[in-house]
């Protein structure tokens, strides 16, 4: 009964912690205008801690720590 | 064959069965031949109705999970051990294929649970390094850090789900594998009478 009560708090936390990243993240986008072309402009640097990637016109998330050293991919990375 | 000699052999062909299982048994055709004798039968007729106490021994013992083999057998067991070690390329493989089907068998069904816990890892690695770093990606492109932000927080609640669901899978596979392994194992606990 407890496990199925923890359980169920935990579906219901990772559920609103996704809500609310989407909320923040399109938020983000918001602040860029919406405009992908300017967010692109705007991520040139792309340091170790950045994980949201812009490479040749394509986005991916994940982690780069060198070259085809990847923590993560979710995207085109290439 | 009167009553008796009938029930003494039948006890003399289940002597592999528990003594539990075989005085059931031997009770059981008692009293179904006390029946038929109740009815006017003579003992020789109710025998023969029942039938060869051999065979119904052996019916019996292949319910009881014995099965019966004709092992060949040369009658030199030196020459027996030889030829199952020249037989060795032939049931060697044979053997070798079940193992490795058994295993592979294992493997597809736990890649499940696998493939979501590293992923849950992955998930929660990148977004503790994204919320962590997003600070400072806001110092030179604000809506960027937002949206690393944003996405570490909803990586979170992604890698938290995954966690959950690799759990659950696990426990199911878990059951999965114990019940699997225990009827692999019955495979080669049969009782093996040689005919």
């Known amino acids: 009964m407890k496990i199925k009560n923890i359980k ?71 | 064959m009167n009553k008796a000699e009938f029930l ?16 059931k048994f031997i009770i059981f055709y008692d009293e179904m031949l006390s029946d ?53 390329p032939l049931w060697g493989s044979v053997l070798l294929a079940f193992v490795l089907m058994v295993f592979s068998v294992y493997v597809i069904i736990w890649c499940v649970p696998f493939t979501t816990g590293a992923l849950s890892i992955g998930f929660f690695t990148t977004s503790i390094i994204g919320i962590v770093g997003s600070p400072f990606v806001m110092l030179k492109n604000a809506s960027m850090g937002i949206m690393q932000l944003g996405t570490g927080i909803a990586s979170i609640g992604i890698s938290l789900l995954l966690g959950l669901a690799t759990l659950g899978l696990s426990k199911r596979l878990i059951i999965i594998t114990k019940n699997l392994n225990a009827k692999l194992a019955a495979l080669f606990k049969k009782k093996v009478i040689v005919g």
């Open chain 1, 8 to 78: 169920r708090k935990c579906i219901i936390l990772s559920l609103i912690l996704i809500l609310t990243g989407v909320l923040i993240s399109i938020a983000g986008f918001g602040v860029a205008g919406f405009d992908y072309n300017r967010l692109k402009k705007e991520a040139t640097h792309d340091p170790w801690y950045q994980t949201i990637h812009i490479n040749s016109d394509t986005p991916w998330y994940g982690v780069k720590f060198g070259n085809n050293i990847h923590l993560m991919n979710i995207g085109n990375a290439d």
């Open chain 2, 8 to 23: 003494n052999e039948l006890s003399f062909c289940l002597q592999n069965m528990n003594n539990s299982e075989k005085n």
């Open chain 2, 36 to 88: 038929y004798v109740e009815n006017g039968m003579t003992e020789e007729d109710a025998v023969d109705k029942i039938g060869d106490p051999k065979k119904i021994a052996e019916e019996l013992l292949a319910d009881y999970g014995s099965v019966k083999i004709n092992l060949p057998f040369t009658g030199i067991r030196g020459l027996n051990y030889i030829l199952t070690i020249i037989g060795f």
